[in-house]
């Protein structure tokens, strides 16, 4: 059993968002999981859709896999650091905002 990995780093969206799209193509074939992505309106979907075609593109160059064999066998997200702004409030006081990044991990078995 063959894997194939991909990796993005440093994505700007919360991974509590995120995990919502991971956790629709979990254990999915990877035709079912392109078609699932495609049609949902989460941003996180958009985001997996990239990192999962570029684990698809990693299988057939480095595995010589076909797409139809492929199956997802993890898909993991990840907190990044986290960006920390200010948000003046009254009195001279004020709040903190943090914009908050992911880690995007997809490996692929060919079966």
Do not use: C, W
Not at 56 to 69: G, H, K, P
Not at 84 to 106: A, E, L, V, W, Y
Request: hydrophobic residues 35%.
């Amino acid at each position: 059993m063959q894997k194939a990995i991909a990796k993005t780093k440093y994505v700007r969206i919360s991974p509590f968002k995120a995990r919502r799209a991971a956790d629709l193509i979990r254990n999915m074939k990877v035709d079912d999981a392109l078609m699932q992505l495609r049609y949902s309106n989460l941003k996180g979907a958009r985001l997996l859709n990239k990192t999962l075609n570029s684990a698809i593109a990693n299988a057939q160059t480095q595995l010589d896999a076909r797409v139809e064999n492929l199956k997802i066998d993890e898909i993991r997200v990840d907190e990044g650091p986290t960006l920390k702004r200010s948000k003046p409030r009254n009195r001279g006081g004020q709040s903190s905002i943090n914009k908050r990044t992911s880690h995007f991990t997809i490996i692929l078995r060919s079966e």
